[in-house]
């Protein structure tokens, strides 16, 4: 979802005015009631009106008879268990439809828990809502000046998916600015060309999402889905851009399986997320915390931006489902107090920009095509030098190679020379050193002879002369 200059508020365009607010409208629609689900707590009781029944405990508690009664909940729209598809489509899409035509943001999500019916309601909605916008769109004066892109993704895990392309992995979600809304980069934008073609590509993408088998639910959608539709128009020197949103959040329930468990902890950090934003708008909150989830900040702009909204509560009318009921009753009624300032999504664009954009794309092929003959002229250049080089170096270089192959080997004579020469020095100064011993042998012998000769004799209680002790 991205943002771009707009025509000031003072201004109107076709005697539409720029600048708006509008609450966002609120719906409930209660599905059919099944056998294993118990009683019925919810009575439609008109158009916008219904009643939630008191537990059965508490009917019978005395004491809190009086302070505890049926709740009744008062919305935009109340549609019974008898609606229909058309009816939903009449009353809540199409007067976004006939605005998207116009330049504005309208957006449409299904809320409520799983099995509630929310992914039924959205696919009759989608269908309806393109073909609906493909017919006006025939039926206009210039149906040559709109151009119609649309884009699927689906959060599961807290992981971007591309519907239309699912093997382009997980994508990444990049924000533009402070202002500015996120954009998912690599998403795929697909140009469609007519409602058969928008339902091939619809059918494609609801056969790449995550579905599973749940208690409540036999084929519950596990991620939020996210269809958007840009349908742009020229008027002279301007750009008209309306955008269409249609949103399928999925519903959790508590799940013995371990991957049951995980994907369930993450849809509900993204409803949590969701309902903490929906409380702050309702409260006046001067700031917002959208940032807890992708959901919330995907849904920026349809929750708290210039997008005209409607939200479709889904609720289950059987008794074992009272306390998501009334969860969801309770989050439709805080949502129907948020106001969005609404603003009509014109570009102003200059007389002159066709012309520029083909002069700039002939520039473009013209710098393309001089690099590719100047990169095809540089390299037969190089080529044809390196080889003439190599050509004129052929002798000297073989000159050069006898040269130092001829050093190599007489470096190596004179190094065995050296080492010769060497081991005659260790074998002449070993025996050297034999001799020596020999010789300190010989002196030491004779050293010791020569004190055994001449000791002096010293007699007890005689004197005698030198000449008789060495005698």
């Not at 959208?290 to 479709?312: H, I």
């Not at 969860?327 to 609404?342: D, E, G, K, P």
């Not at 065995?416 to 050193?433: C, K, V």
């Amino acid at each position: 979802m991205t943002q771009s200059s707009v025509v000031p508020p003072d201004k109107h365009h076709a005697g539409v005015p720029t600048v708006t607010e509008e609450k966002l409208m609120v719906a409930v629609r209660v599905r059919p009631l099944r056998t294993d689900e118990g009683p019925r707590i919810i009575h439609v009781v008109s158009d916008k009106m219904l009643v939630l029944e008191e537990e059965a405990d508490n009917k019978r508690d005395v004491l809190r008879q009086r302070r505890i009664n049926d709740k009744n909940y008062i919305y935009d729209r109340v549609f019974g268990e008898e609606s229909t598809q058309e009816e939903v489509y009449d009353t809540v899409c199409a007067p976004l439809v006939g605005d998207t035509l116009k330049g504005f943001a309208g957006a449409v999500f299904a809320y409520g828990a799983t099995g509630a019916g929310k992914t039924h309601t959205m696919t009759g909605l989608m269908t309806r809502a393109l073909n609906h916008l493909f017919t006006s769109i025939a039926e206009s004066e210039g149906p040559s000046a709109y151009e119609v892109k649309m884009s699927y993704i689906e959060i599961y895990n807290e992981n971007i998916r591309d519907l239309l392309n699912p093997s382009a992995g997980p994508l990444e979600l990049r924000d533009e600015g402070s202002s500015g809304a996120p954009v998912v980069a690599g998403l795929s934008e697909v140009c469609a060309k007519s409602a058969g073609h928008v339902a091939e590509l619809l059918a494609r993408g609801d056969r790449a999402r995550i579905a599973e088998p749940t208690q409540a639910n036999q084929h519950s959608s596990r991620g939020h889905a996210l269809l958007s539709v840009t349908v742009s128009k020229q008027e002279g020197g301007c750009t008209q851009r309306g955008r269409l949103f249609l949103i399928d959040l999925a519903g959790s329930e508590r799940a013995g399986l371990r991957a049951r468990r995980l994907e369930g902890a993450h849809i509900n950090r993204s409803l949590l997320a969701l309902g903490n934003c929906i409380m702050a708008l309702s409260g006046g909150a001067r700031y917002v915390n959208y940032r807890d989830s992708k959901l919330t900040r995907l849904l920026r702009e349809v929750l708290g931006g210039r997008c005209r909204t409607a939200m479709v509560a889904h609720v289950a009318p059987g008794a074992a489902h009272r306390d998501t009921t009334r969860s969801t009753l309770h989050y439709a009624q805080r949502a129907s107090v948020i106001t969005n300032r609404i603003e009509r999504d014109v570009v102003e664009t200059p007389m002159q920009l066709s012309q520029y954009r083909s002069v700039i794309n002939d520039l473009r092929e013209e710098i393309a095509r001089l690099k590719l003959k100047m990169k095809d002229s540089r390299s037969r250049e190089d080529l044809r030098a390196v080889e003439d080089e190599m050509d004129e170096k052929q002798p000297e270089n073989a000159e050069h190679l006898k040269t130092l192959r001829e050093a190599i080997v007489s470096t190596f004579k004179q190094q065995m020379r050296l080492r010769r020469r060497l081991m005659e020095l260790d074998s002449h100064l070993l025996g050297l050193a034999l001799d020596a011993e020999r010789q300190h042998a010989a002196i030491s012998h004779w050293e010791a002879r020569f004190n055994r000769l001449y000791k002096p004799i010293n007699l007890s209680g005689s004197r005698l002369s030198t000449q008789q002790s060495y005698r």
